[in-house]
């Protein structure tokens, strides 16, 4: 099994729609959940850090379930500048390491 | 968040020659540093932990004597590819974690193509 495991998609939704990621994680030690974001050929950037109680930050909603070892991404009104991979990143547990998921690909179309 | 740089962006280098790459902290004194390297379509794997003043520790699977480490200062962690091959052709990205959830920054990345 995946220590980071996500949907790649392509997600292919119009501007103005609501979409979800799902993404799950094998090692129960870890402590610290985010979600970046990757645009083509480019670095990843942080998008939010996902806290136990679960946090929104504009249109991004972020929720965790640590029993079912599960973190998810909810997009609202969709842009097309939204347009990018968005990678689920858990710590490992040790040594400020992280696991990068494969990434789930979103494409926002007129 | 911090902000890390990378040089070079890009390199294409024959197979045998060697590539070094540099990692800088702009705003942040890092006494810890990562490497990472990224395929095509492939997720994010990391290399090896860079500290400060002292020998890096590489990942599984991840040749020390073949990607040389060097973190001389709190700014500055460079990886170096010795003779390169073919294989070695991916994109590397450096990072840090200065944040206070355990966060990295990451550097722009640098496009290695070895012919």
Redesign the interface.
């Known amino acids: 099994r995946k220590e980071?495991e996500q949907d790649p998609g392509p997600f292919n939704v119009p501007e103005g729609a609501t979409v979800a990621f799902n993404c799950t994680y094998s090692n129960s030690a870890s402590?610290?959940f985010?979600w970046y974001r990757q645009d083509c050929?480019?670095?990843?950037?942080?998008l939010m850090?996902v806290y136990s109680s679960g946090n929104e930050d504009g249109r991004f909603t972020a929720q965790l379930n640590r029993a079912s070892q599960y973190i998810s991404l909810l997009i609202r009104d969709s842009k097309l500048s939204d347009s990018a991979t968005y990678?689920c990143v858990v710590?490992t547990g040790t040594?400020?390491?992280?696991?990068?998921?494969?990434?789930t690909r979103l494409q926002v179309t007129l | 968040g911090a902000v890390v740089s990378q040089h070079p962006s890009w390199v294409i280098c024959k197979s045998g020659t060697s590539v070094k790459i540099e990692c800088r902290s702009l705003d942040f004194q890092a006494t810890t540093m990562f490497w990472y390297r990224q395929f095509p379509k492939q997720s994010l794997m990391l290399m090896a932990t860079s500290n400060e003043g002292s020998k890096a520790t590489y990942e599984q699977g991840v040749e020390k004597d073949k990607f040389l480490i060097n973190h001389a200062s709190l700014t500055l962690s460079t990886l170096t590819v010795t003779s390169a091959h073919p294989e070695d052709s991916s994109f590397y990205i450096c990072s840090e974690s200065s944040g206070s959830y355990n966060e990295q920054f990451f550097g722009p990345g640098t496009r290695l193509t070895v012919l």
């Open positions: 980071v402590q610290s985010f050929r480019k670095e990843p950037k942080l850090s990678l710590d040594a400020s390491k992280l696991t990068f998921g494969t990434g």
